[in-house]
């Protein structure tokens, strides 16, 4: 249960969120025990953790004056 507790950028990995699917993939490197993305999910609900991700937003990336253009019409 510790690696869920790390980033994957810590352990070598250019992603940045563990997925159960990569997080399966991950473990079973690791003990090789193969594991579904599924399987994974179900056994960390059974130990009470849950993970939402974060939403990402691009209204950074826009230009307020057409934003602002859009939603007065």
Partial sequence: METIEKEPIELGYEFGRWSTARLATY??????????????????????????????????????TKRQAFNIS
């Fill in 27 to 64: 473990l079973g490197e690791i003990t090789g025990i193969d594991l579904s993305g599924e399987q994974v999910r179900r056994i960390l609900l059974k130990k009470k953790y849950a993970y939402l991700w974060a939403k990402y937003t691009l209204e950074d990336k826009q230009d307020l």
